[in-house]
């Protein structure tokens, strides 16, 4: 039999028996579809689109300006022994922590199609820089979720010092294969004028971003039905079979499987329980990133020829270690102790943001970050010109 109907004829059985139960469940739950699609949207247009467009606006401005480079040449002495990639990678791990996924990952790969880095440094990138924004986790999950500014707070410094151990491993990956310093050479990175850089850079941005909400769509739409289905219900019964050993219930396996699939229906949905398995569910979520932002990585790489490999184990491994690093802060540092006001009423403000506020906070942000990169540039240039008129003299 299995010589009659080859591999590809079961792919196809699966995909049209998949294809038609989806079909079938439209059908039978249309009410749920467009609630879901509702509620995509809204979070689309009052989260997505405001923090993370003027982000993406400004990675691509920093990248096809050159000013990556500036940046590499102050921190290559930091990049280069720690995780093996040229100074020029900086700049995708400080947009990564700043501005969320996928900011980090689209960041990465166009400084490799930019010819700044080599594929070996770009897939180490892949593995490390792609991370949670603090305004995601400072304000939905921490003031949102667990109703702390401190658990926000530790959630985030165990997802920073996560990223960076794990940056810190793939140094490793591929071995033979050495960054790209100055030294020795490349591709000559040409820089782009500004009025075409700024032209591609905000239409490009809005591609992404509108990428980004496409996904965002499916897959809210894709859990509300397989909840409504029963069939998530039935995956974390199998999940719970898998994982009794580990004291893993019915409860906490779908709230894991929902998080696997989309990290901010699985963060929102740890309103009970104890809190320290929460927490580290919950760091676990924000390292894995999900299977959304997964496939929104997956368009960015297009035919770029870069492995998604290294970045999925990456964040699997993100996720581990975050989840450990999260335990122990939260046994050192107690969760009923004092936090600043401040940093609560931050939280809180982030949580309770609308479109306009968002916007014009996120928009600030980057620009920030962009004139903290164009003074970079203006030092580095006076530099190289008083080194070299000091030759001159």
Known sequence: MGRIVGKERYRDILLGAGLLWAT???ILWPEQAMDAMRDGLRLCGNVIVPSLFPFFV?????????????????????????????????????????????????????????????????ERMLAFCNNSGPA????????????SGTAGLLLYLAHLAASLLVGVLFRFYKPREGPRTRKRGGPQFQAASFPWAFTRSVTGALQSTLKICAFILFFTVFLRILARAGILTTLARLLSALLAPLGLDHTWSERLLTGLIEVSSGVSSLTDGTLTGRLSMAA???????????????????ESGLSIGPYVAGKLLHGGLSALIVTLLARIWPLS?????????????????DFHRALAISAAVAWGVWLAFLALAAYMVKKSSGKSRRRIV
């Open 136 to 147: 995601f986790i400072l304000g939905v999950v921490g003031a949102g979720v667990f109703g």
């Open 24 to 26: 079938l469940a439209l």
């Open 337 to 353: 102790g004092p936090v600043s006001y401040y940093l609560v009423e931050q939280a809180e403000a982030i949580a309770q943001l």
């Open 284 to 302: 676990f979520m924000l390292g894995w990133a999900g299977v959304s932002v997964h496939c929104q990585v997956l368009a960015f790489l297009g």
């Open 58 to 122: 400004l990675s691509s401005l920093v990248v096809e300006l050159g000013m990556s480079r500036y940046l590499g040449r102050l921190l290559e002495p930091i990049m280069v022994p720690l995780f093996r990639v040229n100074g020029s990678c900086a700049t995708a791990l400080a947009l990564g922590f700043v501005g969320g996924y996928p900011v980090g990952a689209q960041t990465a790969i166009q400084i490799y199609q930019n010819g700044q880095c080599s594929r070996a440094e770009a």
